[in-house]
């Protein structure tokens, strides 16, 4: 059973998934997808690719964080910029200590409120961590701190505003924009956050976040948790 519903689609799953992942996996435009699909005799618009993208990549990548393995307690966050109809937005991240992926969140503004939904979002997803580092932003910091109020103070999370700290999570923003960068901005808020979650999930498959990743590549278990 798949888990996509592609019952009034007109292609099959497995030219829908390989589509998907040609664009989510690689620094490729629809229309370069388009080509790829046509050498393999399979003819497809880059707007219907565009519609698959937009419609099924949020729904892969929820449905993978129920085989994503743990993430450490020791957290680094920062926000980099997507550009969206043609203005700069803001990309929040976390990873762990050891890279892994903790989530994501885009937002048209830069604030304290905006941190503190991307914290909640990370904390309902991947339970709360015992340290967070972020930068001298002091929206983040006050998000964390108004976080903080809430809870006893043996579960208080420490916050660190160490630089080189953070290297790793701004070494690790380059990834997901190097394979955004040829899409030339998105056209809307929606679509952005969407191929985003896309190409976040590809990216968690490449650093090992899968369960079942063992003598996998990340293709291959990008199909096996998609068509099951």
């Known amino acids: 059973m798949n888990m996509i519903n592609v019952k009034w689609c007109h292609f099959p799953v497995e030219v829908i998934l390989m589509a998907i992942r040609w664009y989510i996996a690689y620094p490729l435009s629809y229309r370069h997808v388009e080509e ?3 050498e393999r005799g399979i003819s497809v618009d880059h707007a219907t690719i565009n519609r698959w ?4 990549s949020a729904v ?3 449905q993978f964080r129920s085989a994503k393995k743990p993430v450490g307690k020791s957290w680094r966050m920062d926000e980099t910029y997507i550009k969206v109809k043609g203005k700069w937005c803001y990309y929040y991240r976390a990873v762990d ?3 892994q992926t903790i989530d994501f969140f885009l937002s048209a503004n830069r604030d304290a409120e905006a941190a503190r939904a991307f914290f909640e979002k990370a904390i309902g997803s991947s339970d709360q961590p015992e340290t967070v580092n972020i930068d001298k932003s002091g929206a983040n910091l006050a998000a964390l701190e108004s976080i903080n109020k809430s809870l006893p103070k043996e579960q208080k999370i ?7 700290l953070n290297n790793i999570i701004e070494q690790d923003h380059r990834a997901i924009k190097r394979i955004a960068r040829p899409m030339l901005g998105f056209k809307s808020f929606i679509s952005a956050k969407m191929t985003l979650a ?3 999930l590809y990216h968690m498959l490449r650093k090992g976040q899968y369960i079942l990743n063992e003598f996998l590549a990340p293709w291959q278990q990008f199909y096996m948790f998609a068509c099951t």
């Open 36 to 38: 790829l699909l046509e």
């Open 53 to 56: 993208v937009i419609k099924y």
């Open 60 to 62: 892969l990548e929820s």
């Open 97 to 99: 200590k050891e890279n």
């Open 158 to 164: 420490k916050i660190r505003q160490v630089k080189y």
């Open 198 to 200: 896309g190409i976040e």
